[in-house]
């Protein structure tokens, strides 16, 4: 049985990216978002979640970018004197490597994440991070205790499988496929400790992930052929669907106009007949 969850990643982002994932769930294939406790548009993406309750929302637990949620009560730590998180995920490694962030640093901001959006009135379906900054042994264990502290029993296995789309990706972006598909070999060494502390806290994961090699090039025809060689089991595929707008064009994020061009593939008729026709069965995290 082929069973799929299409999970948005930074529901909480701007106003035009909470747009693209409800129309990507109203109209299409979309079935889970993961929200980010610390976006812009975060108090809108709840509302979009309390008024679509079958869409499955989890949280997306940010190490890097944008501001910290918990409180600062002592100097060092995750969040700089200006309480703004590491910008980039070279950033985070540098403060990793000299010992200025530990685990219990990050444990700390992911618990005051996920109060922020249990507050709200969300329960979360899983956790995922962003920027997969999970494949960082600290931030591995940070996201396994967060998980049994607050009964969360699902989160995302960042490590992807080998997908068959290469014919349809376009021939001027083939180079960024290139780039980011190696990225996802390259962290595949950080799996066996991941597999390992899961385990030990009981955390389920979907048998398979895609989406890391694709990431801003997902259109109509790669998506198709995702359903087409998608193989048995739970496959979690994720995307970033977004309506394109001032806001996002100005955010601090590469993935602009492409957030567009997947939000209307992850909406297009012909995409969720495909997936019918396949015998695909869309589920969410609750499921697992």
Same mark, same amino acid.
């Given at each position: ?40 548009? *975060?108090?809108?993406?709840? @509302?979009?979640? !309390?008024?679509? +309750?079958?869409?499955?929302? =989890?949280?997306? $637990? ?96 960042? *490590?992807?499988?080998?997908? @068959?789309?290469? !014919?349809?990706? +376009?021939?001027?972006?083939? =180079?960024?496929? $290139? ?110």
């Amino acid at each position: 049985m082929k069973r799929l969850i299409v999970n948005g990643d930074d529901f909480g982002f701007t106003i035009g990216v909470n747009t693209g994932i409800q129309r990507a769930f109203t109209e299409g294939v979309l079935t889970s978002a993961t929200l980010m406790a610390n976006g812009d548009a *975060f108090d809108d993406a709840v @509302g979009i979640a !309390k008024a679509n +309750p079958r869409l499955g929302v =989890g949280c997306h $637990l940010a190490a890097v970018g944008g501001r910290a949620v918990a409180n600062r009560d002592q100097p060092g730590g995750l969040a700089d004197a200006d309480g703004w998180l590491p910008k980039t995920l070279g950033q985070l490694a540098l403060k990793l490597a000299t010992g200025a962030v530990k685990s219990i640093h990050i444990e700390r901001e992911f618990a005051a994440q996920v109060e922020k959006i249990v507050a709200a009135g969300i329960s979360p379906t899983h956790f995922d991070t962003h920027k997969h900054t999970v494949v960082y042994p600290a931030v591995t264990k940070a996201l396994a205790t967060i998980a049994r502290h607050f009964g969360i029993s699902r989160v995302r296995s960042p *490590f992807g499988a080998k997908d @068959g789309v290469w !014919k349809s990706v +376009p021939a001027g972006l083939r =180079g960024v496929y $290139l780039k980011q598909y190696a990225v996802s070999v390259a962290v595949m060494p950080a799996r066996g400790f991941f597999r390992r502390r899961i385990a030990q806290y009981g955390i389920k994961t979907p048998d398979y992930f895609y989406g890391v090699a694709i990431t801003g090039l997902l259109n109509r025809e790669i998506l198709m052929d995702l359903f087409r060689e998608l193989p048995n089991g739970i496959t979690e595929l994720m995307c970033h669907p977004g309506l394109y707008d001032s806001d996002l064009e100005s955010a601090h994020t590469r993935l602009k106009q492409s957030r567009q061009i997947e939000m209307e593939a992850l909406a297009d008729p012909e995409v969720k007949a495909l997936a019918g026709e396949l015998g695909i069965e869309l589920i969410n995290y609750r499921e697992i």
